[in-house]
């Protein structure tokens, strides 16, 4: 029996009701259907997976309402798979270490689809690895084959990728484009078609040095506070006091550390402390560790809104 692309098996039968269980039960589930799922992997509230095979990293966030139904699904630590998204096919999905799609993105996979380290595809696009939809016999054309797309490439909002398209590593593409031959590595490109718009996409991008990142990270923290409803006081130039979460966030060079609080440091230096009161966030070598709720908090926001792929350690 088929509903739409889903073969209701017997693995279907006791994975689909799994997709509203919570964590501490879902995930045992999927790994007796033979699933290989890192241990600090979340797969959100009505999200499926009904794969022959599948490997989930560590850190990996699939969240509520996805649907992924592919002969083979792989996904790199820390990825991230927005809500309401479908990949659906006979092929394969492969995504790297920080991998991430956004919100009700769609992935035909009837061929494979790759999708490198660090590479973002941005909510509503479109991935189609075959563009038949009438009568081949009657000259309707036909096509089905593979899309590969490099890492660090950034595509846009509202884009759709078409059979047979491989993108370069770095480069970017403008909203709204369509993609229907190849893009090459480290270019800006945009378009329906897409053409390349600048040679070196590292022209849009702004010179930071540490001043300047200085600046962007007190943004950030700033941003945070604003966003999460967070009362803070300024004690010194780079240094928050948030008293109801007991809690100094320091900016840039370390403090000292007071026994009976907790504290959260970006810092530029590289960093390797180890205390359950201290979290941390290293922007030379964008590490992190997280030891307190709201310093997990943040991370998920500097990723969710800042782009910001630091490892945890």
Known sequence: MKIGYLDIGL???CLIPASILPQCMKKPLYRLAGYRIGPTASIGFGALLLCDKAEIGDNVRINPFSVI???????????????????????????????SLGMKVMLNAEKDITIGDGSFVGQYSNLYTHSVSLSYTKGYPRK????????????????????????????WVGPCSLINKDIPAGVFAGGVPAKVIKEDVRELF??????????????????????????????????????KYNTII????????????????????????????????????YKARVTSPLARKMYDFFWSHYGERIELV
């Open 11 to 13: 693995k279907a039968l």
């Open 144 to 171: 089905f084959k593979d899309i590969k797309i490099g890492k660090d490439v950034r595509i846009s909002a509202r884009c759709t990728v078409l059979p047979g398209v491989s993108i370069g590593d770095s480069s």
């Open 69 to 99: 139904k592919v002969r083979e699904f792989k996904i790199g630590d820390y990825g991230w798979i927005g809500m309401f998204t479908l990949c659906y096919g006979n092929g394969a999905v492969k995504m790297g270490k920080f991998a």
């Open 206 to 243: 702004d010179k930071v040095d540490g001043d300047g990142l200085l600046r962007r990270l007190k943004e950030m923290v700033s941003d945070f506070i604003e966003s999460n409803g967070i009362e803070a006081e300024n004690d010194s130039e780079g240094v928050l006091v948030l008293n």
């Open 250 to 285: 320091a900016i840039g060079d370390t403090i000292a550390i007071e026994s009976g609080r907790k504290y959260i440091l970006l810092t530029l230096k590289e960093c390797a402390l180890n205390r359950k009161d201290v979290s941390w966030f290293d922007f030379k070598n």
